[in-house]
């Protein structure tokens, strides 16, 4: 795979010259910080530069960040350059580019599901919420997912039709999506190759997994803003760029705002804001287009409940943007010195417990938890959501050993054949470093502090997911209680995918059942572990 340099997007000399106001960013920066919501970074661009923009230590502008679902509008636009060069159509049968899942049987629906049904989240399947991605069968386990309705007829939010629409590409192509992608829309775009998540096979995940920072967010955004354009050249077919982003699926039955207002080839039209459109990923990742502006917003945040993002984000844009020859006065606020001291929050400075040095030198063995191995979700340094989906979860901490020094906290792990060991710093600061689970290559951030004199907690940062995990050691004697938590709560999450549930299973009995059972799903996943001083 080549390597690509990164180019820059122009930048404005203030956000007033490119039509922007100092004052209302200002506000909406103060009123996510109010509402709680953590955000990670922002751009906002109008004709064509870079307005304003805030990276909230640790995260930079080349940090690469977790889009979850904003990879299906790039798994869409691969689509779209393999429609513009002949390679398939809109109109394919999914079962004839997989001629070996046909059943002896024959079976309507499927005969009659086409690739623009997988685009526009109509194929009809409804495949389990708890799909077990460590095994290597994803296209089988789509096509043995249950009907709920014959294609072309329901809206339903399925991750695993894109996943298709990779497999797809994958046969047609002869290449990876990402190899696909690259001279076509990487490299005009100066995007170096970015991670994608993939199945057993190397085929991309589709629907999540892409990694990005938001510097290559905003060139993607802007790209299809501009029908296709991108510093006079045609990078995305125009036509594309117009038919991806307007309404192909009625989506009205969804009950929140945005989520409501329809559905394009992997985009979404914005019920908040008129004649708006947006690319989106869970944890509000967004790419939103304001047509009638000529501007751009891309924020990454880790706000488990997105439409409490949108609103926010509603009650600010776009009156953000100034109309052509408004006269502005100097701004009354220093909006540049805000976004440089923009930082989320560390452990405070640590003490120095009299345990260290008992602890020095020794090995904590875990008790490994059996049943949530059993139902495959062992618990990792890696928040749930960033192993939810992958085809490796990593798991089970253990072998933990803590060495101290004057600021800083060394923690080494091992989690099956994985072994990492980071740097934690107990001065307020963090460290930097890198770690490999589940077969994927982080870096992170960490720091440590010690809460009485046998509490002990640790955060780790993975940059490129959304979340913190915080592991909480309790020593007593020998005997060490180790509780994990995760920034953003993982029972928040629960409880957000419990209130989305009816818009994803339609059957009001099994949504009721799995409501409950998110409800508590969360108690399991993040189990007291009990271990020793060895």
């Not at 007829?153 to 290449?175: D, H, K, P, Q, W």
Request: glycine letters at 6%.
């Amino acid at each position: 795979m080549r390597v690509l340099e990164r180019k820059y997007l122009p930048r404005s000399a203030s956000p007033e010259e490119a039509g922007v106001s100092s004052v209302a960013v200002a506000a909406f920066m103060e009123d996510m910080r109010k509402s709680g919501i953590e955000t990670h970074s922002f751009m906002i661009l109008r004709h064509g530069k870079v307005a304003a923009e805030c990276f909230f230590a640790p995260f930079t502008r080349d940090t690469p960040h977790a889009m979850y679902s904003v990879s299906k509008s790039f798994t869409s636009t691969a689509i779209g350059f393999a429609v513009e060069e002949g390679l398939l159509s809109l109109e394919d049968k999914v079962i004839d580019f997989f001629p070996e899942y046909r059943p002896k049987e024959p079976d309507a629906r499927l005969e009659k599901m086409t690739v623009r049904h997988l685009l526009t989240m109509t194929s009809g399947k409804n495949p389990s919420l708890l799909l077990d991605k460590t095994k290597n069968r994803w296209v089988k386990d789509f096509f043995d997912a249950p009907w709920i309705s014959d294609p072309g007829e329901m809206f339903l939010y399925v991750s695993e039709n894109i996943y298709m629409l990779c497999a797809i590409l994958v046969r047609v192509t002869g290449t990876s999506v990402t190899e696909f992608l690259t001279p076509r829309l990487y490299e005009p775009l100066g995007i170096p190759v970015p991670y994608w998540e993939t199945d057993h096979n190397g085929i991309e995940a589709g629907g999540w997994g892409l990694m990005l920072p938001v510097e290559d967010f905003a060139k993607f955004t802007l790209c299809y803003a501009q029908e296709g354009l991108y510093e006079g050249r045609q990078v995305i077919p125009a036509w594309w760029a117009r038919e991806a982003t307007a309404i192909h699926s009625d989506n009205s039955a969804n009950q929140s705002l945005d989520a409501r207002a329809g559905y394009g080839y992997c985009f979404w039209q914005c019920g908040g804001s008129q004649n708006t459109y947006r690319s989106d990923g869970m944890f509000s990742q967004f790419g939103i287009v304001f047509r009638d502006y000529d501007a751009q917003l891309v924020i990454n945040c880790s706000e488990v409940d997105e439409q409490k993002t949108r609103d926010c984000i509603w009650r600010h844009f776009p009156r953000v943007f100034l109309t052509e020859g408004e006269s502005v006065a100097a701004p009354a606020v220093d909006l540049k010195a805000m976004c440089a001291g923009a930082a989320l929050p560390a452990q405070q400075v640590s003490f120095h417990s009299a345990l260290e040095k008992r602890i020095e030198g020794k090995t904590i063995r875990m008790r490994k938890k059996i049943l949530i191995n059993l139902i495959g979700f062992p618990t990792s340094v890696l928040p749930f959501a960033a192993t939810y989906m992958t085809k490796d979860r990593a798991g089970n901490i253990d072998r933990i050993r803590l060495h101290f020094a004057e600021n800083e906290c060394i923690m080494a792990w091992a989690e099956g054949d994985e072994e990492n060991s980071v740097v934690c710093g107990m001065d307020g600061h963090y460290r930097y470093g890198q770690i490999r689970l589940g077969q994927i290559d982080y870096t992170v951030c960490c720091t440590a502090a010690w809460k009485d004199e046998k509490t002990l907690d640790i955060w780790i940062r993975p940059l490129q997911t959304i979340a913190v995990r915080k592991l909480n050691f309790v020593f007593r004697g020998n005997r060490v209680r180790m509780t994990p938590r995760t920034t953003p709560p993982l029972k928040d999450m629960a409880y957000n995918v419990a209130e989305g549930i009816d818009d994803l299973v339609k059957n009001s009995l099994l949504s009721n059942l799995l409501k409950k059972a998110m409800h508590q799903v969360w108690r399991l996943v993040e189990p007291v572990h009990k271990g020793k001083l060895v």
